[in-house]
Nanobody
Framework: VQLQASGGGSVQPGGSLNLSCTGSGSNISNLGIAWHRQVPGRQRTLVAAIGSSGRRVWGDSIKGRFTISRDNAKNSVTLRMNALKPEDAAVYYC???????????????WGQGTLVTVSS
């Protein structure tokens, strides 16, 4: 499966953006999909993930501002970001999300990132 992140852009603090992670080569409706973000010089961190069962996992500092959902007709997963803050500015990536035999989260099939800037 190949994943492509899109929807990034520039927004003012308090604004909203929708990011899409679109799959090709395979149906992603039965795959876990995760969103991550990375600021230059820092580690990539988990933002949100949605499992094949609909289970959702959230990263720190989101506090109910973001939602994650599937659009199976478009073979995509959407990250809806509300009440954006300057500290949300980053390159956002999507990946598949699974579990290793030992229960660790596995992130694979990384797509190219999409840049989000938040400034007035």
């Amino acid at each position: 499966v190949q994943l492509q992140a899109s929807g990034g852009g520039s927004v003012q603090p308090g604004g909203s953006l929708n990011l899409s992670c679109t799959g090709s080569g395979s149906n992603i409706s039965n795959l876990g999909i995760a969103w991550h973000r990375q600021v230059p010089g820092r580690q990539r961190t988990l933002v949100a993930a949605i499992g094949s069962s609909g289970r959702r996992v959230w990263g720190d500092s989101i506090k109910g501002r973001f939602t994650i959902s599937r659009d199976n007709a478009k073979n995509s997963v959407t990250l809806r970001m509300n009440a954006l803050k300057p500290e949300d500015a980053a390159v956002y990536y999507c990946s598949t999300w699974g579990l290793s035999p030992t229960g660790r989260y596995l992130y694979e099939n990384w797509g190219q990132g999409t840049l989000v800037t938040v400034s007035s």
